[in-house]
């Protein structure tokens, strides 16, 4: 029997340290490839998780686009009032009055809101496109002249906004006494409960007082750090005339300090306090009751007393009554753009029934607008789709006939290695470029139309030719050369075997790199700003020479608008964007595992 211990060739036994010293190293070794796909999960985690953060918001922003509000009404078409004859047709229907009709609409359904300020808030829970929808339907149906109708009156973004809770919640508090209201002097209303219903306002209230306290203790400071400036000043004065000046605005500082901490310990007493009433201004959150039959705005509060004035018509006197109901705001009124005067009317509009949601059907139907309950992407969808058919047209033919004569045709020499060098560079160029090339050579040396689909393809297909010449040589080198080989010994020409039998043989590389380039192009920006697609464009595009934008470019736009109603739009826009590049690299997948060889 063999000694396992002993070399049979030499007769030297095994270095056992040796064994365990290997173990040791393949120890480390393994921890190392499990650290290395530790890494690799991780990495791939955090991505992941960025990625679904990322599109969760967009998506959740996105989903208040989806639907809109409408005000139902009934409205008289009187002909008098819109300023029309009563046999009116036409152009005749459209410059009717429309606008008063809505106006006077809104006047009827709130008589009490007077005031140009107040009126002006009022016009605002509609659209400003509304009139003009009417004109349109009436132009359409012009027998319903000189009747009554019940129409929806499309909501302002204000009111849109409001309804889904962008402007936060008017919150239901809990009341357990009764209320009584009477007029007191000056045209307020006194409000009486026989329990502590106010008594959390109240508490609010005071809690901004705290708020004023520091703001008026950092203004102290203020004047404290003024004092000592210009008692600096002043002993670095060279004049007594001008010591005598530093020293007189030290004083005037001092008082000013004084003057500030006085009243900030009077105002901090004051919230320390228990009980008393507080003046309610828009800094605070707003205060609103519902009794008799309308709305009253709380502007001074206390536990169980308070003042306040009528927002809508209120049936005096209200005396104990158990049916009423105390809401606050989750923001002041300064914080917001929706006002109390349009909260009460809003939420008065939702007790008749007369506020109505939809689906969104304009978003995807209208083009651009500056209101943002008008806006649409139909116009950058349809300019995309024309700009990606230049594109595509000028960049695939080109881009595979170039690919096939440098692999196919052109010599190997110092000239085709400089061409593929530049090819090459070329995919690296930053896309703004292009768009400065567009402008300075095909707008304004060819006279190309701007802010066109026609320019816009034609600097995407320049910017998207690299990419495409790239794919078409390597899916044209993936092709084994026995096919090229076998056609050209059957007799077939060197265009035959190019174009017969390599070529389609490599079409689904080709369309791969196509597609991809095609979706790089679809979500650029930058080169078709700088060749004037970044214009506001009303109109759908028809052709190809019509002024247009595209969707990256509306999302762009959008995100510059003041309005907040843009920023769901803009999402909105993002998503649908997103779909479109995400639809294009599906395609992408699907040929080339539908089409592909291995060989």
Not at 378 to 407: N, Q
Request: one cysteine or more.
């Amino acid at each position: 029997m063999a000694d396992i211990s002993t070399n049979p060739q030499d007769g030297r036994g095994f270095d056992h340290g040796t064994i365990l010293g290997g173990s040791s190293r393949l120890r480390r070794r393994r921890w190392a490839e499990l650290r290395l796909k530790a890494y690799g999960i991780a990495a791939i985690g955090v991505a992941g998780f960025a990625l679904v953060a990322l599109l969760s918001s967009v998506v959740m922003q996105a989903s208040k686009a989806l639907t809109e509000h409408y005000i139902t009404a009934e409205v008289t078409l009187d002909p008098e009032v819109l300023g029309i004859a009563p046999d009116a047709t036409g152009n005749e229907l459209l410059r009717a009055d429309f606008d008063g009709l809505t106006t006077q609409m809104l006047r009827e359904a709130f008589p009490e809101a007077s005031g140009r300020t107040v009126r002006r808030a009022l016009g605002n829970l509609v659209s400003g496109g509304a009139p003009f929808e009417l004109a349109d339907k009436i132009t359409a149906e012009p027998e319903l002249l000189g009747q009554t109708i019940t129409y929806d009156f499309l909501a302002s973004d204000v009111t849109d906004l409001y309804l889904k809770d962008e402007y936060g919640t008017l919150n239901a508090e809990t009341v357990t006494g009764t209320l009584s209201v009477t007029e007191g002097e000056g045209g307020d209303l006194v409000l009486t409960s026989s329990a502590d219903d106010f008594l959390g306002a109240l508490m609010a209230v005071k809690e901004q007082l705290f708020v004023d306290v520091e703001d008026l203790r950092v203004k102290a400071a203020r004047q404290a750090n003024a004092v000592a400036v210009y008692g600096e000043r002043a002993s670095a004065a060279e004049t007594a005339e001008e010591r005598e000046k530093q020293l007189a605005k030290a004083e005037k500082a001092r008082t000013q300090e004084q003057e500030l901490l006085d009243e900030a310990n009077a105002l901090e007493a004051r919230a320390r306090g228990a009980g008393g009433s507080e003046a309610v201004d828009d800094e605070n959150i707003s205060l609103l009751v519902k009794a008799g039959g309308g709305w009253i705005r709380l502007t001074e509060v206390g536990a169980r007393e308070a003042k306040g004035e009528a927002l809508t018509a209120v049936t005096l006197p209200v005396d104990g009554s158990t049916d009423w109901g105390f809401y606050t705001t989750s923001q002041p009124e300064s914080a917001r753009k929706v006002s109390d005067h349009q909260i009460v009317w809003i939420e008065t509009l939702k007790e008749r029934g007369q506020i109505k949601e939809t689906f969104n059907w304009r978003f995807f139907t209208a083009a651009d607008s500056r209101a943002p309950e008008l806006a649409g992407i139909r116009g950058a969808l349809v300019g995309s789709l024309l700009t990606m058919a230049v594109t595509f047209g000028l960049a695939f033919p080109i881009g595979v006939l170039g690919a096939i004569y440098l692999e196919e045709f052109a010599p190997k020499n110092r000239f085709t290695a400089f061409l593929e060098v530049n090819i090459n560079n070329l995919a690296a160029v930053p896309s703004i470029v292009f768009g400065l090339l567009g402008l300075a050579v095909f707008l304004n040396v060819f006279g190309v139309p701007r802010s066109a689909p026609l320019a816009g393809g034609i600097v995407l297909a320049l910017m998207t030719l690299p990419t495409i010449i790239i794919a078409a040589r390597a899916a044209i080198q993936a092709v084994p050369p026995s096919i090229r080989e076998a056609a050209l010994g059957v007799g077939a020409s060197n265009v035959q075997a190019s174009f017969h039998h390599v070529l389609p043989l490599a079409m689904p590389g080709i369309l791969t790199g196509t597609i991809i380039g095609m979706a790089q192009a679809l979500g650029e920006t930058a080169p078709l700003i700088m060749i004037g697609m970044v214009a506001f464009i009303v109109d759908v595009p028809t052709s190809l020479t019509d002024s247009a934008t595209v969707l990256p470019v509306q999302v762009y736009r959008w995100s510059d608008f003041p309005e907040r109603a843009f920023e769901a739009r803009t999402a909105a826009a993002i998503c649908v964007l997103l779909l479109f590049l995400v639809l294009m690299n599906l395609l992408a997948i699907v040929l080339r595992r539908r089409f592909e060889r291995r060989w």
